[in-house]
């Protein structure tokens, strides 16, 4: 088992910057992956960011491709996503995500992650 806890989120005006961060604890040990995503009210779940196991390999929805940086630091179990230049359309419930199998592959598959936070808030206003 591995518990997750998103914090970071709030409100910020367009153009701004926040940095989410996910605190990961329980089975650490293990090699994972881990990943971004999003769910903005009425709409699905989508795919933001992913890294795997080393930080070799990150991959990017086009929507922030550019702007949002992911990064891990493995030594304190603890994900990244630094959010530059926001826009009111990246309003959402932020989640970050861990993938045990596929561990060097930075995955955007949400059916391929094990493990889920409960996500944090991120408003950006016009």
């Known amino acids: 088992q591995v518990q997750l806890v998103e914090s970071g989120g709030g409100l910020v005006q367009a153009g701004g910057s926040l940095r989410l961060s996910c605190a990961a604890s329980g089975r650490t040990s293990s090699r994972y992956a881990m990943g971004w995503f999003r769910q903005a009210p009425g709409k699905e779940r989508e795919f933001v960011a992913a890294i795997n196991w080393s930080g070799s390999s990150t991959d990017y929805a086009d929507s922030v491709k550019g702007r949002f940086t992911i990064s891990r630091d493995n030594a304190k179990n603890t994900l990244y996503l630094q959010m530059n230049s926001l826009k009111p359309e990246d309003t959402a419930v932020y989640y970050c995500?861990?993938?045990?199998?596929?561990?060097?592959?930075?995955?955007?598959?949400?059916?391929?992650?094990?493990?889920w936070g409960q996500g944090t808030q991120v408003t950006v206003s016009s």
């Open positions: 995500a861990v993938e045990m199998l596929r561990w060097n592959i930075a995955t955007r598959r949400e059916a391929d992650y094990d493990y």
